[in-house]
């Protein structure tokens, strides 16, 4: 018989349970509300990646589904690349492969080479990067060097501006970067396949890396200002190869009536020239030689900016003038592309590269252009140069050049504002989609209105790097492989072969809201430098490898942050949880 008392208990008791049952049932379906509400919210993980597109391919070539144009420029660059291959018989019989500037130009230049050679290294063999630099020190003028085409003797060591086929040769004496250009070509075939044993070949009974030792010499011995300490010039606008004074030739100085100048451009080439040749020295076991010239790099660049960089202005002036002139006009308050070159090759540091961005940004405005390049602004007014291709806005005076204002990406992009650097390369690409398969050597800033050469090839190798470098931050040499992608929210792919070292580089960048994925493919050599551009304000709390944890640093660069790491060659899937 049941007592009150026990049914009352056992009536609560049963209560209890109904009530923890209901607020489990309630929990569970809170929950399940919750995870399907945050399946919806959250993209799904990329499907696994298919081994096949990450193994290699003897091609480069790269896939941006939001940015066709950019997708676009690959088929251009390949096109005018193409179009600017010339094969002629050397001076001593040696077979050149190269590339002219435009399909119409009959000679290979130094300076063209220069900033084409790490875009045609993705793209053609090693013979076609070594052949025209060894021709051009085959060619290098020595004491047996009576005059070139212009009837100059300038001396042991000096570079041509040309190799022809006709074999004549013409140092163009306005300017002085044809020795450090050749220099840094030289070094791209010396990372990517040459390595030491090319530098200690020999040509005509000299190696290569005497001669561009001596080719440096020369430089300091017929260059150098020594009351600044820095590398002067005809007076030009930055880059350019035409001088302000009347002449029969206006790429030639005239010592007893020009102008000197020493350019912000020059000291940059030179700079970078300085570290190179001392690196490619150290690999040829000239130690004392490599730290005379790390010496010289440094003071160089001390100088550099204790004369040439405007603190008030925010850029490094165009250049000063080392014999007496004063302009009418207000020089000093001229922006110069040559900043963006001061930048890239690692002249100015990280405060004067972020006000060196922002001054062409707002130059780049002020001139109406619709995309970076203007080469200098305001430019110089007319009457200036004698030359009458040198009207303001016009060629070298103010025209906007792809060439240069490709360089300025690849500096945005590796000096830490890849948002600019993406802007700017997808303005070039609009541009280019408006003229399929041409490259203009120079274009108005009024109307794009291209003018020389429409399939330019130093603007096909600047901007090529600018992609293939910058944007996708893809870097193949004989020492390892650098994956650095700078796409932001956009995914993308990209295949980088290497024909020169015979290796390759694939991956697949799939950004989602939380998670970053890189599926990538390379043969190395290894470890793989990784570098994950995190989007602003988040940080990583975790990076696999495969599913398996992986140490990892941030590092931040301008105003760029990344997750670093390395990581094995392969095939494999990085995911960066932030």
Not at 197 to 208: F, M, N, S, T, V
Not at 321 to 345: G, K, W, Y
Not at 370 to 392: D, E, L, V
Request: hydrophobic share 40%.
């Amino acid at each position: 018989m049941k007592t009150p008392d026990g049914t009352q208990r056992r009536t609560g008791s049963a209560w209890k349970i109904i009530c923890a049952g209901l607020c489990l049932a309630l929990a569970g379906l809170l929950w399940l509300s919750l995870s399907i509400s945050q399946a919806q919210q959250s993209p799904d993980i990329p499907p696994p990646f298919q081994p096949e597109e990450l193994k290699k391919v003897p091609q480069t070539t790269w896939q941006l589904s939001q940015s066709p144009q950019v997708e676009g420029m690959n088929s251009t660059i390949v096109q005018v690349l193409k179009r600017c291959e010339i094969d002629f018989q050397g001076a001593f019989g040696d077979v050149v492969q190269g590339f002219v500037p435009g399909a119409d130009y009959p000679m290979i230049f130094a300076r063209d080479t220069s900033t084409l050679q790490q875009a045609a290294s993705y793209f053609y063999p090693g013979s076609r990067l070594a052949s025209p630099v060894e021709e051009f020190l085959r060619r290098q003028y020595d004491d047996t060097t009576k005059s070139d085409e212009d009837g100059l003797a300038a001396g042991t060591g000096a570079i041509s501006a040309v190799i022809a086929p006709d074999r004549h040769i013409d140092k163009a004496t306005a300017v002085s970067d044809e020795e450090t250009h050749l220099i840094h070509a030289a070094y791209v075939y010396f990372k990517t396949a040459g390595g030491e044993a090319w530098l200690q070949q020999p040509l005509r009974e000299q190696r290569i890396i005497d001669r561009l030792n001596a080719a440096l010499d020369w430089l300091y011995a017929h260059r150098l200002d020594p009351g600044t300490g820095l590398i002067k010039r005809a007076h030009t606008t930055d880059w350019g190869d035409v001088k302000m004074e009347p002449a029969a030739n206006p790429t030639d100085i005239d010592p007893a009536r020009d102008h000197w100048t020493a350019s912000i451009y020059d000291q940059a080439l030179t700079y970078r020239a300085l570290i190179e040749l001392a690196e490619m020295n150290a690999a040829a076991a000239n130690t004392e030689r490599a730290g005379q010239l790390q010496q010289a790099a440094e003071a160089l660049r001390q100088q550099a900016r204790r004369l040439l960089w405007q603190p008030k202005q925010g850029v490094f002036r165009t250049h000063i003038h080392l014999t007496p002139l004063q302009h009418p006009f207000d020089e000093i308050s001229m922006v110069s592309i040559a900043n963006a070159v001061a930048v890239r090759c690692g002249l100015a540091d990280s405060q004067q590269a972020r006000s060196i961005f922002n001054k062409l940004e707002r130059a780049r405005l002020a001139a109406g252009a619709s995309k970076p390049g203007p080469a200098i602004y305001p430019p110089y007014p007319a009457g200036t140069f004698a030359s009458p291709q040198m009207q303001p806005g016009k060629y070298q005076n103010g025209a906007l050049w792809d060439w240069w204002a490709s360089w300025q990406v690849l500096a945005e992009f590796e000096a830490g504002n890849a948002g600019m650097g993406r802007m700017h390369l997808s303005q070039i690409a609009r541009d280019w989609a408006a003229h399929p398969g041409r490259i203009f050597e120079w274009q108005t800033i009024s109307d794009n209105r291209g003018y020389g050469p429409a399939d330019y090839a130093g603007a096909a190798g600047t901007a090529g790097e600018a992609v293939i470098a910058g944007l996708f931050g893809v870097n193949i040499d004989r020492h390892g492989v650098e994956l650095k992608p700078r796409l932001g929210t956009e995914p993308g792919f990209i295949r980088a072969y290497q024909p020169s070292s015979d290796r390759y580089a694939a991956y697949r960048y799939t950004p989602q809201p939380n998670t970053l994925y890189l599926d990538y493919g390379t043969d190395g050599p290894g470890p793989v430098r990784v570098g994950l551009l995190l989007p602003p304000g988040r940080h990583v709390q975790q990076l696999t490898l495969d599913g398996n944890a992986i140490p990892y640093r941030e590092e931040t660069v301008g105003q760029d942050t990344y997750a670093l790491a390395e990581a094995p060659v392969g095939i494999h899937r990085l995911a960066a949880s932030l």
